[in-house]
């Protein structure tokens, strides 16, 4: 596992984070939340991209195809 993936991580949480303040003093909740369901799915479509690459690396290692 690569430490940058971890920065990226926090980086998107950082930046939903903010954008998501921003919008609830503007009073536009609903943007709000669709903001941070959008940045769950990008962080969740990195971890399983990392997970299918594990996965890739045990069936490897064991000699499972």
Request: aromatic share 8%.
């Amino acid at each position: 596992m690569d430490i940058d993936l971890i920065f990226r991580i926090a980086a998107i949480g950082i930046i939903v984070a903010v954008l998501n303040q921003l919008l609830k003093r503007a009073e536009r909740d609903e943007q709000a939340l669709m903001t941070t369901l959008a940045g769950l799915i990008v962080v969740l479509f990195m971890i399983i991209t990392e997970i299918g690459g594990l996965f890739e690396s045990i069936k490897s290692i064991f000699g499972i195809y």
